[in-house]
């Protein structure tokens, strides 16, 4: 039976509308420029089989120190095909260097559950200026820690190559300021227009919603 254009048009619309539900659907109410935009080069994770996000930050940011406790309580409840990998920034200060170095330091002692949180507190409440190594390693050794294994373990190789992967991944990314999440190498998190950072970590699911119906 012939078709007429009409009904042609009609329904290529249809098959378009049915063909991309999948990815504008859902709920996925998030306005491209506003809250989210496009990484220019996407960049792979280190496991492909999961979603990553991406988190920049660092301990010298009081707009991380708020967002941390809601992300530790929003990481915890993330689905098995989604990863959060943080990442602290240096923008090229030595200062910021040092407190990228003191998270890799942490995190290598196994230290981030119990001092985290409590870094951040220390430099955004209680003004303690831990940007040399001598501070950082007067403070942990008040915090009841071994000051002199931390010591190395700050100036261990492990800690200069993880550092340097940070920086060569905050260039990459183009990170031009903090908290920032990038969500499957690709989807940017704006903070500009958020009603506070609950809103951030909507958005986020949001690409993540949308990150996994594009991989299906």
């Not at 009609?10 to 998030?30: E, H, N, Q, R, Y």
């Not at 050794?141 to 340097?164: C, H, I, Y």
Request: with cysteine; proline share 5%; aromatic share 10%.
């Amino acid at each position: 039976m012939p078709i007429s254009r009409r009904l042609f048009h009609a329904s290529l619309i249809a098959l378009l509308v049915f063909g991309l539900w999948p990815l504008i659907g859902a709920g996925d109410d998030l306005v491209e420029g506003r809250d989210w935009r496009p990484l220019k080069t996407p960049i792979t994770s280190d496991d492909p089989e999961k979603i990553e996000v991406l988190e920049f930050f660092s301990y010298g940011c009081p707009h991380c120190s708020h967002l941390n406790p809601l992300l530790k309580d929003w990481a915890a409840k993330l689905p098995e095909d989604v990863a959060l990998r943080r990442v602290p920034v240096t923008f090229g200060r030595a200062a910021w260097a040092n407190l990228a170095r003191l998270y890799y330091a942490l995190e290598l002692n196994h230290l981030i559950d119990a001092l985290d949180q409590a870094t951040f507190d220390a430099i955004s409440k209680e003004r303690k200026r831990l940007f040399t190594d001598k501070a950082i390693f007067a403070w942990i050794k008040e915090q009841g820690q071994d000051a002199e294994a931390f010591e190395k373990t700050f100036n261990s190789f492990a800690v200069e190559l993880a550092l340097g992967k940070g920086r060569d991944l905050e260039e990459r990314v183009g990170v031009d300021a903090v908290p920032r999440l990038i969500v499957d190498g690709r989807y940017v998190v704006l903070n500009e227009d958020a009603q506070g950072y609950e809103e951030l970590l909507r958005r986020a699911d949001t690409l993540i919603e949308r990150a996994r119906k594009e991989r299906q």
